[in-house]
């Protein structure tokens, strides 16, 4: 088996974007995938809007800038800082068909900035704090009405705000001391309200400071929260004797419900929604304590929070929950046997069963595109490295081993660019600044 995905993987063509149009240089480009905040949450690395995917890249001409790639052509949208500093966009957010995210130029410092992909439409917001001194915005939420509610960073302005990008809309909801004292922060699917933790509760708000209230005296896991319906939340918190909690928070006034207690883990770090996807209208989820993990659903009550599938015996949790509406699909590792196994689930006990096994532990980030599984795994024999299956023995290999030899390119924010075709990041050691953007189909 080892064998024949070696033999495969050389058939397999694929080349680091490197051709950047908007420069004639053809400066290498790079990315940085690693995470800008805590663990618990990771910064958005790329964004699909349109045939077009956005990212920051680096190029020593122009810095950390926005770029964009069709999986053919890449360029860079705009030069908003010019110069080799570069405005180093962060937090890219998708929010109503337009990239927002916080940036910095030399005239008003670190900002909220807003694009629809283009250099023409890609300007600042709004300048929070008047001049070059920077506001330094993070944790965009979009809610209805237009409106962005984020967090700024500044000693001066630290708290929450709220604004649709003109002077009379903006306003600050809450202070706080440390800008990450608001934890996990989402937005519910019509705008009308987001959650997030802070100060050992739960809290939710309509982008107003009568409407921002505790909604649960309890402290949050490092699960996000997951949207379910139209203004409800399920949420992770810990109680007392450090069991995790599955909460769903309904939207309104009436009191949140307790679904699910998950016994204190002895060595799984992973508890619920840490690993969770929306599948046929309801949240899956994976519970994992000692060498026992289980598949679980919920549509948001207690009645209809369900286990599907258990299994035991295995040391690495359940992981990447991923769907394509249709079925869903994640990946068992087991590290002591070198051995992975992607499973495949209609929602069903009698439905959930294996798909492929390949070779190799560590098995995760899962993207689905085009019928087939893109993910990253790690052999003995060629480190972590970007596999692909679409189900068969044959069909199921390493695509390239771009650090030839035991040494690992660690392919990072696996997107899907077209069918069959997917967008990511990885180091083969050759680049000035490790990692690049790569595509591969």
Not at 139 to 146: E, V
Not at 204 to 232: E, H
Not at 256 to 262: C, G, K, N, S, Y
Not at 281 to 302: E, H, M, N, Q
């Amino acid at each position: 088996m080892l064998a024949l995905l070696a033999v495969s993987a050389e058939s397999r063509a694929q080349k680091p974007i490197k051709d950047i149009d908007s420069n004639p240089l053809q400066l290498r480009l790079s990315t940085n995938p690693s995470p800008a905040r805590p663990g618990w949450r990771r910064e958005r690395q790329f964004l699909r809007l349109g045939a077009w995917t956005y990212f920051k890249g680096n190029t020593p001409v122009t810095g950390a800038e926005l770029f964009r790639t069709n999986g053919t052509k890449t360029e860079l949208v705009k030069d908003i800082y010019p110069g080799s500093d570069g405005s180093n966009p962060t937090d890219l957010t998708l929010i109503g068909g337009k990239i927002y995210f916080s940036a910095k130029d030399p005239l008003h410092g670190r900002e909220l900035w807003v694009s629809d992909g283009t250099a023409k439409g890609t300007r600042i917001l709004i300048d929070f704090v008047s001049g070059s001194a920077s506001s330094n915005p993070l944790f965009l939420i979009g809610l209805s009405k237009g409106r962005i509610l984020c967090v700024l960073g500044a000693r001066s302005v630290m708290g929450l705000w709220v604004t649709n990008g003109t002077p009379a809309s903006t306003k600050q909801i809450a202070k706080s001391v440390t800008p990450y004292e608001y934890r996990g922060m989402a937005g519910v699917r019509d705008g009308s309200l987001a959650y997030f933790g802070y100060r050992g509760g739960i809290w939710s708000t309509d982008g107003t400071v009568r409407g921002t209230r505790l909604v649960l005296k309890a402290k949050m896991t490092y699960g996000p929260f997951r949207s379910i319906g139209t203004n409800a939340m399920l949420c992770e918190v810990q109680d007392a004797a450090l069991n995790a909690e599955i909460w769903m928070l309904p939207g309104t006034p009436r009191t949140p419900v307790r679904l699910f207690t998950i016994p204190r883990p002895m060595f799984n770090s992973g508890l619920g929604l840490q690993w969770s996807v929306e599948f046929k209208g309801k949240i899956w989820f994976a519970v994992g304590r000692k060498d026992t993990f289980a598949l679980y659903s919920t549509d948001g009550t207690p009645k209809g929070t369900v286990k599907v599938s258990s299994w035991t015996g295995h040391l690495d949790i359940l992981q990447g929950l991923v769907t394509d509406g249709k079925t869903l699909k994640f990946v068992i590792s087991n590290h002591l046997s070198n051995q992975s196994v992607i499973w495949i689930s209609d929602g069903t006990t009698k439905g959930t069963k294996p798909w492929i096994s390949l070779p190799g532990s560590g098995t995760r980030r899962l993207c689905l595109s085009g019928g087939k599984v893109f993910l990253r795994s790690s052999t003995a024999q060629s480190g972590s490295e970007l596999w692909v299956s679409d189900g068969t023995k044959a069909g199921t290999f390493m695509v390239r081993d771009l650090v030839v030899g035991t040494k690992s390119s660690i392919p990072w924010s696996i997107t899907e660019v077209s069918p069959g075709q997917v967008f990511f990041s990885a180091d083969d050691g050759t680049g000035l600044n490790k990692r690049e953007p790569w595509i591969s189909k």
